[in-house]
């Protein structure tokens, strides 16, 4: 599922009013966004937006920032939440490594779905769930902190387990196979394909107080 550059990505990003364009300017008072004090929560590397928008909808009360460092990925994922004006949602380009010179404890969630699995031994510590990147969303959480992680990556969830587990996390909640599930869940675009081809789908909840 691999998308082409988007025809005219920068200007699409350039003309979008839920593109927070100059995100290190609000550190520490995202919610000014918003207008409001609800809990803000974060999916990294949010696709072409599915999952965010349907959570958005569902969810009126929370606001979500979607992260997405590829700009035709992010650009793709603006038209497709664009025609929803949904009040409750910001999206913005970068690295989440960079994520803790945005944020400064604002987060109650993060969700990281179908990351990148970097399968090869040299390259895990670009894994989402590796100890470099869960370094970062220490500065990043409120109080409690939660990631919520959806894959279909076997080998990437059991490193995620390990490396969440090592790091202090407690798995409250978990699965394999999401789908024959009665837990509420909206799908990615990666995700509704899997489910068209019965792939079990990994899930786990981890907190950390």
């Given at each position: 599922m691999r998308l082409r550059n988007v025809k005219n990505a920068k200007e699409i990003l350039d003309n979008c009013d839920f593109l927070i364009k100059n995100p290190q300017d609000y550190k520490g008072k995202f919610q000014s966004l918003f207008g409001n004090d609800n809990p803000i929560c974060l999916e990294i590397g949010m696709g072409k937006g599915a999952f965010l928008k349907q959570m958005a909808q569902h969810n009126p009360h929370i606001n979500y920032i979607g992260v997405e460092k590829m700009t035709s990925?992010?650009?793709?994922?603006?038209?497709?939440?664009?025609?929803?004006?949904?009040?409750?949602?910001?999206?913005?380009?970068?690295?989440?490594?960079?994520?803790?010179?945005?944020?400064?404890?604002?987060?109650?969630?993060?969700?990281?779905?179908?990351?990148?699995?970097?399968?090869?031994?040299?390259?895990?510590?670009?894994?989402?769930?590796?100890?470099?990147?869960?370094?970062?969303?220490?500065?990043?959480?409120?109080?409690?902190?939660?990631?919520?992680?959806?894959?279909?990556?076997?080998?990437?969830?059991?490193?995620?387990i390990i490396s969440l587990s090592s790091y202090g996390y407690k798995i409250e909640d978990i699965s394999l196979d999401l789908h024959n599930t009665t837990k509420e869940n909206y799908m990615t675009e990666y995700e509704e394909k899997f489910a068209s081809q019965n792939i079990k789908i990994n899930y786990l909840k981890a907190s950390k107080r």
């Open positions: 990925i992010l650009a793709r994922a603006i038209q497709n939440l664009s025609p929803a004006a949904l009040p409750n949602v910001k999206v913005i380009r970068a690295d989440a490594l960079d994520l803790n010179t945005f944020f400064h404890k604002e987060i109650t969630t993060i969700y990281l779905n179908f990351s990148d699995p970097w399968p090869k031994a040299r390259h895990a510590k670009r894994r989402l769930t590796s100890l470099e990147f869960l370094k970062v969303y220490d500065d990043l959480f409120k109080d409690t902190k939660t990631i919520i992680q959806k894959t279909d990556n076997v080998s990437l969830f059991e490193s995620s």
